[in-house]
């Protein structure tokens, strides 16, 4: 197997967001469940946003933040994603490649979809809730990966969300097949809880088939096994014979390698600003530093410390160059 | 006189601000005079761009942060400008009318222009550099006033930056006339230390005319008048006869009626993270207090904490509400 050219290459949408403050009020009289990703159509994007306050918009995307912060970290990451022929779409590209991350927009077909834009509101204890307008996104494809670059990715690295929209799902499959083939490793995000819940059964599949590296918070990987308590949920991992990663909020890290359960602290924050892009950070630096041959202790220590950053301000993109903490903390 | 409908209706450019962190190298290689506003063709634009760091969009305008900073006090303001009929315009129509401005995008004429872009580099001392593509900005001209909106606003408040554009100095000398016509009041922003020199003989001219109250930094009110100092500044004032803010940075602002000269100091800041919007929030505040009758200190002081406000954060528009601030402050 030739060198990776890639420390991690992701697969997901790509989201430019809208970010605004609110109130638990807001939340609640808009039917949205707190902490989680809904999907809206062009006239309920609208609706909302007509209702939003001021906002600040600022690239996002699950998989596509992951790979801002890995290249912050000092990672060579890539990033394959449709955006639409518009001007959040120039700003998304921009944004991702002005960092260091490789694009990879797709196949150049023209499309007439807008540039997928995700509606946040962060209520005062710094959680976000998220309103998801796919537009272009859903035109994602087996046709717009690189097999080429796939298989010069040490990990591949892969959003849960994608199963929301079924050509990003054959293209997942098929990315992973190429990934397998080619002795390298497959990441999975499991994004949201009810993603979890939708999608259960071919979740279940994949982890089984491909996915060697799995990243859920208690919420989700308790949605996608069923589990009740950490102890359930350990063993369903058992079974499933991945490298966990389940994110605790405050409370944590639990990383189980199929034998071995360790639990890393939340790194120190002054005040969670907002908590948009927490678990994408966290995959950022476990992923740098599993792929930079760090012990799993300091794998999710990085993950932990990436976290913190992001959730101190507000946007899913690291503020600073992750890789000055790296060295300040030592690791 | 009926009783003001708006405390101040402001005309300036709808620009969505893209800002980001650089260094002082970049300024130099790029040509850029730190500090200035630089007006930029397409071409231009997109060199600098891709040159360019990560990014966040966050709207901006001189004149329409200052509309909104005289929302988020509370006050009642309207603000005049031509957005492209595009996702930023959108973003810049959402983004004023969520803090409470009323927005008047002009004449319902269709435009093949995109909205205004300013891409704002921020160096290490917070000061910040302007690139504008004027975009549909270019169009804004008389026909696109409201005569009804101009006649029932206390102040009406101009961009010195409109001068740059044939067809918006028109449109500012016919709002100028219906103002005055209407016994209200004029304030200018003298914008920019080029601008100012560019058209010093009809900005000489309008405030001869028809400016009641004059706002710019030292750089800006030194290069209009070709000053050497504050006395040579302050005597070339009172021959203009209009009451001046000059703003001084941190050294904070000079108010002239005249005859007296009030000295205010600049407002404490812990970090200056972002100037962009400093002179704009200043006059916010400054107009917010001069329509609600509070004496020129006072003014003054309002203004310097908006100010202080708006450069602890990037972006040029209010992160707290202003109105908070005001309470906390005695105002």
């Known amino acids: 197997m030739t060198e990776a050219r890639y420390d991690v290459l992701g697969i997901g949408s790509a989201i430019v967001d809208i970010i605004a403050r609110t109130d638990d009020d807001f939340i609640r009289t808009h039917g949205m469940i707190k902490g989680t990703m809904a999907l809206t159509d062009a006239a309920q994007a609208k609706r909302i946003y007509d209702a939003m306050g001021q906002a600040v918009e600022i690239s996002g995307g699950s998989a596509a933040n ?17 955006v639409g022929n518009d001007k959040l779409g120039e700003i998304f590209a921009h944004e991702i490649q002005a960092v260091g991350v490789d694009f990879h927009p797709g196949e150049s077909r023209p499309t007439k979809l807008p540039t997928a834009t995700c509606l946040i509101l962060v209520t005062p204890d710094g959680q976000r809730t ?18 080429e670059r796939l298989k010069a990715a040490h990990v591949t690295y892969i959003e849960g969300y994608q199963w929301d929209t079924p050509a990003a799902k054959d293209a997942i499959r098929k990315a992973c097949q190429t990934v397998k083939g080619a002795g390298r490793k497959v990441a999975l995000s499991l994004s949201d809880p009810f993603v979890a819940d939708r999608h259960r059964t071919e979740l279940l599949t994949l982890i089984r088939d491909d996915v060697d590296i799995l990243f859920g918070n208690e919420d989700e990987i308790f949605s996608l096994y ?47 600003v907002d908590t948009t892009g927490a678990g994408d950070l966290f995959a950022a630096g476990f992923l740098y530093g599993f792929t930079h041959g760090r012990e799993l202790t300091n794998c999710a220590k990085i993950g932990a410390m990436a976290a913190a950053e992001v959730i101190s301000h507000m946007g899913a993109r690291p503020e600073v160059p992750l890789r000055d903490l790296l060295v300040k903390n030592g690791f």
Chains 1, 2 share one sequence.
């Open 226 to 272: 069923q589990a009740a308590d950490l102890e359930g949920a350990i063993s369903r991992l058992r079974e499933a014979k991945v490298l966990a990663c389940m994110t605790r909020s405050a409370k944590g890290v639990v990383v189980f390698d199929g034998q071995t359960t360790i639990a890393v602290e939340a790194a120190p924050v002054t005040k969670v």
């Open 130 to 147: 998220m309103n998801t307008f796919l537009g272009a996104c859903t035109e994602l494809g087996p046709n717009d990966l690189d097999t």
């Open 66 to 82: 992951t790979m801002a912060g890995i290249a912050s970290l000092g990672g060579a990451p890539c990033f394959i994603g449709k």
